[in-house]
């Protein structure tokens, strides 16, 4: 209920916009269109306020045709117009209303409705009777009016008397008109006065008296017209009132709109939704229409339909007031909304549902169709102009534009389309680059437009998944660290107690032999729970590096050093070939020792006894160190290249008591993380390790 | 005072007492606690010569009770953590903790490395207080030019004269990374012309006489690729 209220609030703030708008700009309208009358209907609206009737033009005029008939019938003129006693009768119909006596002293006729001559025989004024108040008298010579004891100018150049049938009498002489006869004629046709009389008796000598009573009164045997002007004057008071009225509530209606323009404005929105959908060549048509009427009515005046130019003027101001609220609140869209767009706009929905290439060639064909048939339209007309002239022209110009327009919206928008396609391939680099954080943000008109979406989310779909790797990466590690931990301490107490059970003294040989398996397996547990750690570190990139110049050749003496004992130990024959320059490398010495140490530690262990074990350094090409570790191995070596980095996860046959096995895998990833590569090549029982690293 | 008082901190019992059998063994005095207060609260009330101290332990962890012990107390401290990470080992010796041992650690080791920590807190004090001021030191190594004898934690090592030679080098300039060239022009006195594994070699008998752990020692060590240097402790 309340919700709907809201609703229509705006609608009706808005109808009263409209009916007090309406309802003013009538009363303006009116009060230009009688202009002209101003003074005359001034003096009928001061007449109606005073309901002084008897003042006004319209009694006066009433009154001035009925002397003139009395001055005709007097003078037996009426019959030259074939006037039978017409006329005559309407004094009569006034009854007590209006008393007259006109007598003729040269023909001695005397026409009246009353008894006496109210001492019209006698010099000087007549008398009125008891409840009259307004005579009107021609002693022969002279007018003599009275009205409420008050003696009226007849002769005043304003009084209402000269403007009235009256004034041939007053001044004399036909001739001195202000009116003339074929104007006179018109008015009596459109029936403002009575009297259908041209000219003017002589009246000279008659002596003619009109008296009208004070309170007019309505005669119930026949139509009274000085009842009916009486009653007229009194509605003409309610209809000045109610005019008044209705004025001063359209204002009051469009004021209160002016103060709540805000919530009008919202069904004005409605409105130019509304109108915002037409076309701009209906709107431009239908405007053009409308314009027309308020020049005709500068043009030829309002006299032919007063109430139809009323409401065209209407209709005009109202079609306005909408097309400026719409261009106000469409702005380019008041025109862009027109038929070629439209055309434009259901081409493009068709050609959205066929596939890219498809569309754009599409294209090129409809923009040729296109230009084809506008060039022979254009053609036609402008052949039509050649020969007929004139108004083939236009079209053809048109047309002609129409032409030029289309090519330009195709231009603009291939020109557009190959900006898109250079974001679109730059969006592709960078997120080749690793930025998973730009958008790439296309006009969502553009044909590109899906494509360029489709790559944002995969863009997205990327930058989750590396998200969720990192995260599940660092978990790993977390959890390594976290359980490499709890493996030490319980191993801490194992190695602990299995040493000091090892310097137990005076227990039996077999249990010693016991013992010494425990201590040897914990000490296997303690190297692959540090290795596990060490390679789960660097194979999830948590391997902190710090990068420094070494001499590679020097790495691998002081890793064979360091080794020495072990070396010579062995029996195997090592044969090293080390420039005796340095090889200097970028990188992290700590991490390629425990890398050449590993790999020599494995050739330590899995070479053939007293075969030889080659170690070379050699520099290609000025750019790349290679180090190459061969050896033959001591068993057969049954697995693929590959595998051999990966042996202890695949749970291969050639694992052994020692070590963790992980060695090759941890010295990969450290070779790789230190910037390098490392290959494994098995060829019979010969096994080489390629490590290779840009010199600096 | 005639045996030397270790308190050895650990939350998980086992390991006390295994630690502990073995000090015994060795002929220490041993005092146990649970927790970082709990040692506290001992150190407070006993005479002890030195700690061995857990970092991860309940109420207060080993690192902040190094922290605290160091506020008043000089006596080794050093540090056993299940850590192995370089940072972890750095964070705890720079806490002020003289020695970090990983888990799990050689019961050899360690004994060595508190008798090592002993003898220098015991011995080398009275060293200090005679103050002869050509001595050669870096940390426990100690080097006496006059005599050519080096002592590490006051113990004398048997050097040849060319090792002997070499560590008077590179604890002279005790920081400075030597290349194996500089060190044989130097030690030598000849040109240095493939003569790198012979120092080296050296060097690395020198590592197994003066370090605890030949593998990860703590005065004499490997920059690899580059050369040899002895810490400047």
Do not use: A, I, Y
């Given at each position: 209920m309340d919700t709907k209220l809201k609703k229509s609030k705006p609608f009706l703030i808005w109808l009263c916009f409209f009916i007090g708008m309406n309802i003013v700009i009538s009363a303006i309208m009116l009060g230009i269109m009688s202009l002209d009358e101003i003074n005359d209907n001034f003096d009928v609206i001061r007449a109606v306020l005073k309901q002084?009737?008897?003042?006004?033009q319209n009694f006066i005029n009433l009154i001035a045709d009925r002397f003139d008939f009395l001055a005709r019938y007097i003078n037996d003129d009426a019959d030259r117009y074939n006037a039978s006693g017409e006329y005559l009768d309407r004094l009569e119909n006034e009854g007590e209303n209006l008393i007259y006596y006109a007598i003729?002293?040269?023909?001695?006729k005397i026409l009246t409705n009353s008894k006496t001559d109210h001492g019209i025989s006698e010099k000087g004024k007549p008398s009125l009777p008891k409840g009259y108040d307004y005579f009107l008298y021609f002693d022969g010579e002279r007018f003599i009016a009275e009205q409420g004891g008050k003696t009226i100018d007849v002769y005043r150049k304003d009084s209402g008397y000269k403007k009235s049938t009256l004034w041939r009498y007053i001044n004399?002489?036909?001739?001195?008109?202000?009116?003339?006869a074929g104007e006179l004629a018109l008015k009596h046709q459109a029936g403002l006065i009575d009297s259908p009389f041209a000219d003017m008796p002589d009246i000279k000598g008659c002596k003619i008296l009109l008296m009208v009573k004070k309170n007019i009164i309505e005669n119930p045997y026949a139509y009274s017209s000085l009842y009916n002007l009486k009653r007229s004057f009194e509605t003409a008071l309610v209809i000045i009132a109610a005019a008044l009225i209705i004025f001063l509530a359209g204002v009051a209606l469009l004021v209160f709109s002016i103060i709540k323009r805000n919530v009008k404005r919202e069904f004005d929105k409605v409105l130019v939704r509304k109108s915002g959908a037409v076309w701009f060549e209906v709107k431009a048509v239908i405007s053009l229409f409308i314009i027309n009427i308020p020049l005709q009515v500068l043009m030829y005046g309002w006299y032919f339909n007063k109430e139809l130019v009323h409401v065209l003027i209407l209709i005009c101001f109202w079609w306005f007031y909408l097309m400026f609220k719409d261009l106000y609140a469409n702005r380019r869209r008041f025109f862009s909304n027109n038929s070629i767009s439209s055309l434009i706009k259901f081409y493009r929905s068709f050609e959205s549902r066929k596939p890219f290439q498809k569309a754009m060639l599409l294209r090129i064909y409809a923009l040729i169709a296109a230009e084809a048939v506008l060039v022979i339209l254009v053609a036609i007309f402008f052949y039509g102009f050649l020969a007929e002239g004139g108004i083939y022209l236009l079209p053809a110009l048109v047309f002609f534009a129409m032409g030029v327009y289309l090519a330009y919206r195709y231009l603009k928008r291939y020109s557009n389309e190959i900006g898109d396609m250079g974001r679109v391939l730059d969006h592709i680099e960078a997120i080749k680059k690793g930025d998973m954080e730009t958008k790439l943000a296309l006009d969502p008109g553009a044909d590109l437009y899906t494509a360029a979406e489709n790559l944002n989310k995969i863009q997205e779909g990327i930058s989750k998944a590396v998200e969720e790797k990192i995260r599940s990466e660092r978990m790993k590690v977390e959890l390594i660290t976290n359980v490499s931990h709890d493996l030490k301490t319980p191993l801490t107490s194992i190695i602990s107690y299995a040493d000091l059970l090892s310097k137990?003294?005076?227990?039996p040989d077999h249990v010693m032999d016991y013992i010494k398996i425990l201590v040897q397996k914990s000490d296997r547990l303690k190297t692959l729970i540090q290795d596990i750690f060490e390679l789960s570190k660097a194979t999830s990139g948590d391997l902190k590096v710090e990068k420094e110049r070494i001499d590679l050749g020097k790495l691998i003496r002081q890793t064979l050093a360091d080794l020495d004992e072990r070396i010579s130990q062995s029996g195997l024959l090592f044969k090293i070939d080390i420039p005796d320059e340095p090889v200097y490398i970028i990188s992290d010495g700590k991490k390629l020792y425990r890398v050449f140490l590993n790999l020599i530690g494995n050739a330590l262990k899995y070479s053939l006894e007293g075969s030889r074990v080659y170690i070379t350094l050699e520099v290609k090409d000025g750019k790349k160190a290679m180090a190459v570790i061969k050896n033959i191995a001591n068993y057969e070596m049954d697995f693929k290249e590959e595998e051999v980095l990966e042996r202890f996860v695949r749970g291969d046959k050639s694992r052994t008591t020692e070590g963790s096995g992980l060695g090759l895998a941890i010295a990969r990833s450290f070779v790789q993380a230190c910037g390098g590569s490392m290959n494994i090549k098995v060829d019979g029982d010969l096994f080489k390790v390629e490590l290779g690293f840009n010199i600096e | 005072m005639d045996k030397p008082c270790i308190l050895v901190v650990d939350d998980d019992r086992e390991i006390v007492k295994a630690i502990s059998i073995n000090l015994e063994n060795e002929g220490y005095r041993v005092l146990k606690a649970y927790d970082g207060l709990q040692a506290l609260d001992m150190l407070s009330s006993q005479s002890v010569q030195l700690i061995l101290l857990d970092v991860m332990m309940p109420k207060l962890d080993g690192l902040s009770a190094t922290m605290k012990i160091r506020q008043d107390k000089n006596i080794p401290i050093i540090i056993l953590s299940a850590k192995s990470e370089d940072t972890d080992k750095v964070l705890g010796l720079s806490m002020g903790a003289d020695d970090y041992v990983t888990k799990p650690f050689n019961p050899m080791e360690l004994m060595a490395r508190v008798k090592s920590q002993l003898r220098r807190y015991m011995t080398l004090g009275d060293i200090n207080v005679k103050g002869k001021s050509n001595l050669l030191r870096s940390g426990g190594l100690c080097f006496d030019p006059d005599t050519y004898t080096l002592t590490v934690d006051g113990e004398p090592v048997k050097l040849t004269p060319t090792e002997t030679k070499i560590v008077e080098l590179l604890l002279r300039n005790a920081g400075r990374v030597f290349s194996t060239e500089e060190i044989y022009e130097r030690v030598w006195e000849g040109p240095a012309y493939g003569a790198e594994n012979t120092v080296m070699v050296h060097i690395r008998r020198i590592r197994e006489k003066i370090e605890i752990n030949p593998k990860e020692p703590k005065y004499l060590k490997v920059v690899w690729g580059i050369g040899y240097k002895i810490e400047k402790i």
């Open positions: 002084d009737l008897k003042s006004s003729n002293p040269k023909t001695e004399g002489n036909p001739s001195s008109s202000t009116v003339n137990e003294e005076g227990l | -």
